[in-house]
């Protein structure tokens, strides 16, 4: 139960790794805000806490806004009377073009959901994380925030830059008591990769040198233990799980 006597807010939180995420930290004994723009499927992950003993709510909202990230965090600090941890997950693939013919308003949004909607999030939990005594953030970034990815210029571009604004947190609250570090996955089986084609998924596949794609709840048990006090020491950090994509 390392996460006792914790408040946590998972952006989302309604399906893939986000839900595994939620899941784990209830498990270790948070209190969990599971937020997303999917009603049914995000009161299904609140349904699988409460099942399970954990405490937990849905609190409706697009990442994307700055409003509703306030309003996020503020119905944390009234219904549990604090925050301490914080996993901005909520994220979007955009569509696969090159850079020449990538749709402008294609890029606005994807920035909009995996970047912006990153730092609104930090933004609002900051201030609520320093009244509460400190606390600790987990971005979900990518592989593809240290490396590129042909044909998807705005992801690749929003999670490098998760990866920075990461570092800066870092920088900027080390000496205050928070903690933030970034996660990059690389392909993990979640509804993101629904669209892809047999032939796409063996080819990436491929590219693991574990030669399979990876499960949310090994990102899962990363995030949670990047959220509590056993990785006390750790901050500013990029923490790849890749199952050796990186490798080659
Ligand atoms: P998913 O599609 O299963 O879950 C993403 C969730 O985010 C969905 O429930 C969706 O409703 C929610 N969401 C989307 N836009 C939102 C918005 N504007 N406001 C609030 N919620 C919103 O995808 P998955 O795979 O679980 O992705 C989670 C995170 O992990 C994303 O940031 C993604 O970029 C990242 N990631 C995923 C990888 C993969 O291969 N599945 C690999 C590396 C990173």
Redesign the pocket.
Known sequence: MELLNKVAIV??A?????RSVALAYAAAGARVVV????EK?ALQTVDLITKAGGESFFFK????SAAENEALVEAAVQTYGGLHIACN?????GVSAPTGEYPVEMWDKVIG??LS?VFYGMHYQIPAMLRSGGGTIVN?????GSVGFANSPAYVAA?HGVVGLTKNIALEYGSKGIRANAVG????K????KDMDAKTIDWLVSKHAMGRLGE?EEVAELVLWLSSSKSSFVTGSYYPIDGGYLAQ
């Open positions: 952006t989302g309604a399906s893939g790794i986000g937020s997303d723009l999917q499927e909202a697009d990442v994307s997950n909520a994220g979007i693939g959901v995996n909607g979900m970034a990518s592989i593809l999670k996955p690389a392909f993990i979640t509804p993101l990769l949310p």
